[in-house]
């Protein structure tokens, strides 16, 4: 029996979807995903589970997601194909529907020089658009990668990330297309700061017809200081921070820089709440999570539906 996940319904309803993000903590330490779920209560439609991002070793993103099911809220699990073949991802999707989790993120992950452990192996035995069709097999023909039936398939409401600043940026709209035909039912993007040239990918996708086919939701990061933006700018592959951002954190005493930077997240919001085939909003306030519900509220994305 399908259980249609709140995010689908909510999508369905027409009304703009908020997802946020919840990273993991590294320890054995569930009073800290509880603690960090609590603040998104009420303000977003889903809570989005990382999975040992930037490749440093975190609680499991399944555990994360069902302490957060328990807790009567709505987890979206993230799954990287760095760290496991196609065996255990198909373990771990079944294994999370036992729990009534039925939304996803699939995901090909950071390299593993991104993190800590250098001496590990990356997996990858599929890449992010292999995993978004081996999700789709599962849940819409009820088949292992192997061939065999599933009992009871995983019903997933399947996302992706997409990055619409990478380089070439001409085939961003084409990588896109790609996940679509592969079966993705929802969209969150790289963070958003160069709001023109994502309003330019914007109307290449909706050129095609794309939007019609998926729902996009941009991310959106609020700036603590201008030390951020820089790193962000400078540091972070595929991330596009125009130089007048930066300048507008510089222009501010340190002491307003974080009112200035979610001051750029709000308009950030509102300005792109008015572009063809925007469905929603994933906020990723990393590590800060107690900063959603002012984003939320003064952006005007409250209340949530109750679907």
Known sequence: MKTESVLEKVFKSGKLVVTSECGPPRGALPEKVKEKALLLKGYVDGINVTDNQ?????????????????????PILQMVSRDRNRLAMQSDIIGAYAFGINTMLCLSGDHIHFGDHPMATNVFD??????????????DEGKFQGGKDIANPPKMFIGAAANPFADPFE????RLAK???????????QC????????????????RGLDKKVYILPGITPMKSVGMAKYMKNRVPGMDVPD??????AGVPKNKAIEEGTKIAVESIQRLKEVQGVAGFHIMAIEW???????????????????
């Open 179 to 189: 996940k679509i035909k592969a079966g993705v039912d929802f969209i969150q993007t």
């Open 244 to 249: 007048e951002v930066i300048k507008r954190m």
């Open 54 to 74: 930037t490749a440093m070793v975190r609680m499991s993103s399944l555990a994360a997601c069902i302490i957060i099911k328990q807790m009567g809220l709505n």
């Open 192 to 207: 958003i700061y160069n709001l023109d040239k994502f309003e330019t990918w914007m109307k290449g996708v909706c050129d």
């Open 171 to 174: 085939l961003r709209v084409a």
């Open 289 to 307: 999570e107690e900063k959603v519900p002012e984003i939320v509220e003064r952006a005007g994305l409250l209340p949530r539906p109750e679907v």
């Open 126 to 139: 599929l890449d992010s658009i292999q995993s978004i069709q081996m999700v789709k097999k599962m849940r």
